[in-house]
């Protein structure tokens, strides 16, 4: 059974305040591991896909990297609309199922 | 495109009462899928479907029926509400086999069981 544990559960920031959250998995042979950012009210967004060890995604701010065992969502200078509820979802090879973990949720203080 | 449409947003049903939420996405995509979504616990997977007439159980099926008659369309028919399906349920879709699988989301259906 493919797993999914994030942490932390909630972080707080100041403005311009890097940090980095986690994201450890198990899968039986990793086919995709997936970024979503989830605003207050909304659905998730799709932010990055990562198929492979060491493998790195840019978009803005955020920066997701991958090891065999979990994944890192980098968050340079962050500002107050960086603020929502980052989830990261798993699939195993031959599934299109993802599995979610249960989110970090974000808020990064003026 | 619209993308993924929900409706409706918000309801309040009776324990006992049935309802259906529908799901129409318009990006052609083949497989969708419908999660919930309490507190704290992510996203649960109740039913999703790889094509047209094609369905199958996720994590968390008991109490909830689906149908897929068209690419488009993929209601989820609530039978006999019961408390424990006060949640927020999330319709989503993929294009499976020609890109990276990300999954799209609707806007959510909030729904109260009293």
């Known amino acids: 059974e493919d797993q999914v544990t994030q942490s932390p559960e909630a972080l707080r920031l100041q403005e311009g305040e890097s940090s980095s959250l986690n994201c450890s998995y198990t899968?039986?042979?990793?086919?995709?591991l997936f970024w979503y950012r989830q605003d207050p009210g909304k659905g998730p967004e799709f932010l990055f896909t990562?198929?492979?060890a060491g493998e790195e995604k840019e978009k803005e701010r955020l920066k997701a990297t991958l090891t065999k065992k979990e994944s890192f969502l980098h968050i340079t200078a962050p500002k107050p609309e960086d603020s929502a509820t980052y989830l990261c979802?798993?699939?195993?090879?031959?599934?299109?199922?993802?599995?979610f973990g249960r989110g970090t949720s974000l808020i990064v203080h003026p | 495109n619209a993308g993924v449409t929900q409706t409706p947003k918000f309801r309040i049903l009776k324990i006992g009462q049935s309802m259906t939420l529908q799901c129409a996405q318009d990006?052609?995509?083949?497989?969708m899928y419908w999660y919930r979504q309490d507190p704290g616990m992510g996203l649960k997977l109740i039913y999703y479907?790889?094509?047209?007439?094609?369905?199958d159980k996720g994590e968390v099926p008991n109490g909830y029926n689906v149908s897929r008659s068209t690419t488009e369309d993929f209601p989820l028919r609530l039978e006999l509400a019961a408390p424990s399906q006060t949640s927020v349920y999330f319709c989503?879709?993929?294009?499976?086999?020609?890109?990276?699988?990300?999954?799209?989301f609707g806007e959510g259906s909030r729904l109260t069981v009293l």
């Open positions: 979802a798993v699939t195993g090879r031959g599934s299109y199922i993802p599995t």
């Open positions: 899968v039986s042979g990793l086919r995709g």
């Open positions: 990562l198929y492979s």
């Open positions: 990006m052609n995509h083949n497989y």
């Open positions: 479907s790889v094509g047209a007439g094609i369905t």
């Open positions: 989503a879709s993929a294009l499976i086999g020609t890109n990276t699988g990300e999954l799209f």
